[in-house]
């Protein structure tokens, strides 16, 4: 497992470029693919380019949020504490990833939002504790956690189909979470992969080849002195410092928050969540200079997610008007039985995942084809559908779209974490097949 995990490493480092770069490659490949496959003209291919550009503005902001709200709760000294006090149990390099892996998987199937801030900053203070771990894998094993999120309370597909008035409703009707997040083939999915995750991260540690890192370098940046030019402190700077409207403010959210809960249940989605992260960020902050001095620092890393969504958008805008997502779709559908369906359905979400790197996006798309195809052939709506939620979990291994605000709150590039990530990929698409297969 070494020597496999050092030859991939090498592998990424060397040919992996940037996610910037990457996305580049990906739209030409996608607009290139549509020419060939598709009737879509050069014009008509750039037209639908341009006219999906924008259409993931409102996520893009959402993933920006989830970036800083998440980076300023866990700088709070409340909750950096609590990471600490967490990341002390790891007393050895081996342990810290295993813990970090069952923490991220745990937050990842609880929400995918939670999952990948909490696993990014949960990483960051084992790296403070045990100064020996590989870095670049410790931050791959906070990543792989997301492996499950699709399968997990807030899986976009089956909490879809469970909804009333959801799109696919006239065709299969309402499909209730006991059939498919809570369903037995499901459940046994998750349960091999929070067994075999954690191990298989655990035996691609090389302390021969490990990166570490300086604790001293993952501290953040001191905040700055209070008081203006002349050292006065000014009514001004008294309300930046007043803990009373930190309190207040924070109070109001926390109020919301319980209502929401009271009214909704655990049913988290990614406002929410963002919600909670913002308001507790101020209560923790105490002060709003406190609080804005750390947002100050957070969004310093969210210049990948800002630039590269729109480009991911475009490429969406391309699959879906140019017919590409639906020729994919079919071309495993033709080849598919009564048994081998839901892995071909699975493979064929996978590789629809990495264009339409969107759970919701990517439904749309597949769901008229492989809904129709799973009944012609006897296969449940529950069991089509969570084989197209796990092949969008899935190829995300490998799929920097995702992985953009853990890297940016760790501070590397995906060229670090992809060469660790790839054999989660293998190992995670022999379960989830033979997961769907058997049962």
């Known amino acids: 497992m070494k020597a496999l995990t050092s030859f991939s490493t090498r592998l990424m480092q060397r040919y992996l470029p940037d996610p910037f770069l990457f996305v580049i490659i990906l739209t030409m490949v996608v607009f290139l693919l549509g020419l060939i496959l598709t009737p879509s003209s050069p014009i ?3 037209a639908y380019w341009g006219g999906g550009f924008w259409d993931l503005l409102a996520f893009a902001m959402q993933m920006v949020l989830i970036l800083v709200t998440g980076y300023v709760l866990a700088s709070s000294p409340i909750f950096k504490r609590l990471l600490q006090n967490l990341a002390g149990l790891a007393k050895s390099p081996g342990q810290a990833i295993v813990i970090v892996t069952l923490v991220a998987l745990l937050a990842s199937w609880i929400n995918w939002g939670f999952g990948l801030v909490i696993g990014a900053l949960f990483a960051k203070e084992l790296a403070k504790k045990v100064t020996t771990v590989d870095y670049r894998l410790l931050i791959a094993s ?3 956690g997301f492996i499950v999120w699709h399968a997990g309370l ?50 691609m540690m090389n302390s021969k080849e490990a990166v570490t890192v300086d604790p001293k370098l993952l501290e953040e940046p001191p905040a700055p002195t209070q008081g203006d030019m002349n050292g006065e402190l000014t009514p001004a700077l008294k309300l930046e410092n007043s803990v009373i ?6 109070g109001l959210g926390l ?49 990948g997610i800002i630039v590269q969504f729109p480009f991911y958008a475009g490429i969406m805008g391309m699959m879906v008007a140019s017919g590409l997502a639906v020729e994919f779709s079919n071309w495993f559908v033709a080849i598919s039985t009564e048994f081998t369906f839901p892995l071909f359905a699975f493979i064929s979400a996978g590789i629809v995942n990495f264009f339409v790197p969107s759970g919701g996006g990517q439904w749309a798309v597949q769901a008229p084809i492989m809904l129709q195809a799973g009944a012609e052939l006897g296969v449940s709506h529950a069991r089509t559908a969570m084989a197209v939620a796990w092949g969008d979990a899935w190829t995300n291994m490998i799929q920097p779209f995702w992985a953009l605000p853990a890297l940016a709150i760790a501070g590397l590039n995906a060229r670090d974490i992809m060469g ?15 997961g769907l297969l058997l049962f």
């Open 44 to 46: 008509e291919m750039v």
């Open 142 to 144: 906070a990543y792989s």
């Open 154 to 203: 807030a899986g976009s597909i089956p909490l879809t189909i469970a909804t009333d008035g959801h799109f696919s409703q006239d065709l299969i009707g309402i499909i209730p979470t006991s059939e498919t997040i809570f369903a037995p083939f499901n459940l046994f999915i998750v349960a091999a992969l929070f067994i075999t995750v954690p191990i298989l991260n655990r035996f």
């Open 245 to 250: 409207l930190s309190m207040v403010t924070g």
């Open 255 to 303: 109020g919301f928050i319980i209502y929401y809960l009271a009214n909704n249940g655990f049913n988290l989605n990614l406002n929410i969540v963002n919600f909670i992260f913002l308001f507790l960020g101020i209560l923790f902050h105490m002060t709003p200079r406190n609080f804005l001095n750390s947002v100050a620092n957070a969004v310093k890393n969210a210049g």
């Open 420 to 434: 660790f990530c790839i054999w989660v990929l293998f190992l995670s698409g022999a379960i989830i097949g033979v």
